[in-house]
Structures are given as C-alpha cells and as structure tokens.
C-alpha cells in the first residue's frame, strides 16, 4: 500500500508541478504588421532548491554507547542558466509557427507544426499510460491471488514510469524554448522577409526569465 500512495503521489505532484505540462509561450494567430522579423538571443535563469545535508549527530547512552543519530538538512539554492533563442515580429515575440508562418518559410512552418503534434500525441498516450498503470495498481491490491496481484502492481508501476517519461518527452517538444529547426533556419527566413521588405538589420533583445 505504502508503494501505491507513493507512486500516486508522485504521478500527481509531476503533474501538478508541471513536470509534464507544456510550458505557456507566445499565443498564436500573429499576422504580419509590416515590422521587421527578427531571432533574439537570450538567456534564460533559474533556480532549483534542494535539501543538502550539514551535520550528522551522535546520541549516546549513559554508559557511552552510540543508540543513535541525527541528520541536519540545510535549504540549498542553485543558480541555472540556459542560452535559448526565439523569433520577434518587431519588438513581439512570436510562436515558431506564427513566425515561420509570416516569413513564408513553409517547410520549416511544416516541421515545426510536425514537431508539435508529436508532442502532444506523446504527452496524452503517456497520462494514458500513468492513468492505466495507478488502476492496475490499485486493482491489485483487491486481488486475492498473490501472484496476480503481483503482477499487477509490477505491470502498473511500470506502466507509470513509462507514461511519465512519455508525457515528459511529449511536453518537451510542445515546449516554445524547443525548436524544429536550427536557428540558422530562423535567421535566413527573418533575412529573406525582411529584404521583401526592403528593410535590413534586425531587432536586439535582452531579457531574462
């Protein structure tokens, strides 16, 4: 029982911490204002806290016998940063498909959007996946039989390990910071539609999230 609330608590806290959850971007239906298309360079910064251990104590008896310890966990803050690019429609950030869409660069428009789909199948067959596998476990613990309840709380936990890491993939690839194409790509497409333009030069950002 106590593997099950764990395996459930930790399905839900993923979830619910957004571990599996794509993260916001820009909102698309952008259409093209006359302003210049640009890639920003940016750097994204983070932090994560952990716990980390300080000190161990000794607790001894009267006679100078060690009957136990003591662990002293301290709050630790890590700093991380991340170089990560994305398109502008003047001084608006612009989802990739909006961008390449704008630019008129189709193929890239076709791979990001391929991309995109991926994830999402992805991210929904493995909340199927985690779902089934926390039914099976729970069914299992209801079954007499000790080599079927076994199995079922086996095939269950695995089952949730391997929608966990599906959904996370899937979100990974619905996530704006990740890219179908090289920026490369994007620049050439912000090059060609700029000099339609008849414009040159670009847009310069610095942000940090």
Known sequence: MKMLTLTTSLTLAAISTGCLVPKDGPRT???ATGAQLAVVDDLKVWT?????KVAETEYRDESGRAIGTASTYEDRTTVHTAKIWYPVQGTEQLSDEDFFRIAGDQRALDETIALRENGRTWNRRGIGFMAGGVVGMIAGFFVSNAGLRTGLVTLGGLSVSGGYYMSWWGARQMNPETHAVDRSVADRAANQYNASLGATGGVSL????
């Open 48 to 52: 994560t806290t952990s716990k980390e």
């Open 206 to 209: 610095n942000k940090t999230f």
């Open 29 to 31: 239906g952008a259409v």
